[in-house]
């Protein structure tokens, strides 16, 4: 069965910094979708980024990047520039074209610090 | 706009009454889901649908029941035989084609408590 793992459940970031979070998965699958999600105080669950799996280059949203390295199933979140505003849980998620549903990993809590 | 609405926000329920949370689309989109998050804890799947009239168990389908007679709209009905009911419920969409293809998106949530 196909799992996604997030080794750290909180971490602490100074306001301006750069952080990185980890997710890992584990799939025989090779066409698939990796996702990474905020869920802020409010509890919205926000989309941050997406990648499609035969997609090489690594997806970029703003301050938000991702590193895929596929063969190791390994995908991480990278936020440069660390603001207040990116307190949340972060969620990894993933997704096969033979599955029906999205299975996410169990978050991180990310603190920044003034 | 475009979105997902859940309803009502906030519900508070007596122990051993049912309940339903509203879930309304405007997207267009195939498959609708129910999750639901306890404090401080991850999202666990209780229903999906990927079309209109069939829906499947998640992980922890146990005292929760839904119906899809409409694209748009996909009701959660959580029972009293749900023995902790208690929690924060999301709903969620997503469509299978395109440039968002496969990617889900949340309702902002609905807090369900049991009194």
């Known amino acids: 069965a196909q799992t996604v793992t997030q080794s750290q459940p909180e971490m602490s970031v100074q306001e301006a910094e750069t952080v990185t979070l980890s997710c890992t998965y584990d799939?025989?699958?090779?066409?698939?979708?990796l996702f990474w999600y905020k869920q802020p105080p409010s509890r919205q669950m926000i989309l941050v980024i997406r990648?499609?799996?035969?997609?090489?280059q690594n997806a970029t949203e703003n301050r938000f990047s991702v590193n895929f390295q596929k063969a190791a199933k390994s995908f991480s979140l990278k936020i440069s520039d660390s603001q207040l505003g990116d307190a949340a849980m972060y969620f990894c998620?993933?997704?096969?074209?033979?599955?029906?549903?999205?299975?996410f990993g169990k978050g991180t809590r990310l603190h920044i610090l003034p | 706009d475009g979105g997902i609405t859940q309803s009502p926000k906030y519900l508070f329920r007596k122990e051993g009454q049912n309940v339903t949370l509203s879930c309304e689309q405007n997207?267009?989109?195939?498959?609708m889901y129910w999750y639901r998050q306890d404090p401080g804890q991850g999202l666990r799947l209780i229903y999906y649908?990927?079309?209109?009239?069939?829906?499947q168990k998640g992980d922890i389908a146990e005292g929760y029941s839904v119906s899809r007679e409409k694209k748009e709209s996909f009701p959660l009905t959580v029972t009293s035989a749900q023995k902790n009911p208690t929690a924060f419920y999301l709903c969620?969409?997503?469509?299978?084609?395109?440039?968002?293809?496969?990617?889900?998106?949340f309702g902002e949530g609905s807090w369900l408590t049991v009194v």
């Open positions: 969620a969409s997503s469509v299978p084609l395109g440039p968002d293809g496969n990617t889900i998106y």
């Open positions: 990648q499609e799996a035969y997609k090489q």
């Open positions: 997207l267009n989109h195939d498959a």
């Open positions: 998620a993933y997704y096969a074209n033979r599955d029906d549903k999205i299975i």
């Open positions: 649908s990927q079309i209109v009239n069939d829906f």
């Open positions: 799939t025989s699958e090779s066409d698939y979708y």
